[in-house]
């Protein structure tokens, strides 16, 4: 008899706790919180029989599970996002100036990379393939993953040297 009591209270209690939620948040969430809360009531309130003892502690935990969850957005930031269908898109087609600039600094670059050593020439298409370092280190044999960051580095730097001390379009030196 007490269990069919005590789940006609939580099925009315249900019902309230829903309509609590529902003034704050939207239907689906609501009914979240109260399952949460039933969940709660089962576990650690399975004493309480009687709906003047279990409507005040349901409120209050209905309460702190929406506190919760409120600081749950704002720590993740979900209250501040943007839906991407609210973005304006961007026009990504560069002018015909940009094009052209970016087509002479990929020239600059891969003339430079033509006059590096055989090995440098490998570990950047290897990093352009998406290879890992410790895979590059099985390719050129090395003893140490720190000597293939050694020699990545060094390759970077050689580059970097050939194209004049900076990744820009011009040369340094060069007027605009």
């Known amino acids: 008899m007490r269990t069919v009591q005590r789940d006609e209270i939580l099925r009315k209690l249900r019902e309230r706790i829903v ?3 529902a003034s704050r948040y ?13 969940l709660v009531l089962e576990e650690k309130y399975a004493a309480l029989d009687r709906i003047e003892d279990l409507l005040p502690v349901s409120l209050q935990i209905a ?6 969850g409120r600081r749950k957005v704002v720590r993740r930031g979900e209250n501040t996002q943007v839906s991407v269908d609210d973005m ?24 430079a990379v033509k006059t590096l050593g055989e090995r440098c020439r490998d570990m950047f298409r ?6 890992t370092f410790p895979e590059i280190q099985k390719r050129l044999g090395a003893d140490s993953l720190n000597t293939v ?3 990545d580095s060094r390759c970077r730097k050689q580059l970097l040297e050939r194209l004049g001390g900076g990744w ?3 040369q340094e030196g060069e007027e605009k």
Do not use: C, N
């Open 149 to 151: 960051y050694t020699w």
């Open 63 to 68: 309460r702190f599970k929406m506190t919760a």
């Open 126 to 131: 290897w990093k352009l393939e998406g290879l």
């Open 168 to 170: 820009g379009s011009k």
């Open 19 to 21: 309509a609590f939620a």
């Open 88 to 111: 304006p898109l961007a026009d990504h087609q560069p002018d015909p100036e940009s094009d052209a600039a970016r087509r002479e600094q990929l020239d600059r670059i891969a003339a």
């Open 26 to 38: 939207q239907r689906d969430l609501a009914e979240d919180v109260a399952q949460e809360v039933l």
